[in-house]
């Protein structure tokens, strides 16, 4: 069983910075993939930004430069630092894992989810 915790969502003004965290636990060796999605209203859930556990990374083109995301590898943890926020950022931001090798040797094909953190960037 693998479960997410997340943390540090929250209120801020348009042009402030967040930094959400997102521990992985459970019976892991590794994992290869870790991200954050997000959803706002009436939208998709949408990819935010992944890296692999080479250091690999993938934005959405509405975050480039402004989002940054990092992971260690050996506290099973991804951190999303978000700068330069705006209002349409605003969204429950999930964080999303996969690739997991358990301590059993065996590589899991499903992906996990966290249970969602808010995120509000007021005008």
């Known amino acids: 069983q693998v479960q997410l915790a997340e943390s540090g969502g929250g209120l801020v003004q348009a042009g402030g910075s967040l930094r959400l965290s997102c521990a992985a636990s459970?019976?892991?060796?590794?994992?290869?993939?870790m991200g954050w999605y997000r959803q706002a209203p009436g939208k998709q859930r949408e990819l935010v930004a992944a890296?692999?556990?080479?250091?690999?990374?993938n934005y959405a083109d509405s975050v480039k430069g402004r989002f940054t995301i990092s992971r260690d590898n050996a506290k099973k943890t991804v951190y999303l630092q978000m700068n330069s926020l705006k209002p349409e950022d605003t969204a429950v931001y999930y964080c999303?894992?996969?690739?997991?090798?358990?301590?059993?040797?065996?590589?899991?094909?499903?992906?996990?989810w966290g249970q969602g953190i808010q995120v509000t960037v007021s005008s």
């Open positions: 999303n894992v996969g690739g997991i090798l358990g301590v059993d040797l065996i590589r899991r094909s499903d992906t996990y």
């Open positions: 459970g019976r892991i060796l590794s994992i290869s993939t």
């Open positions: 890296v692999t556990r080479d250091g690999t990374r």
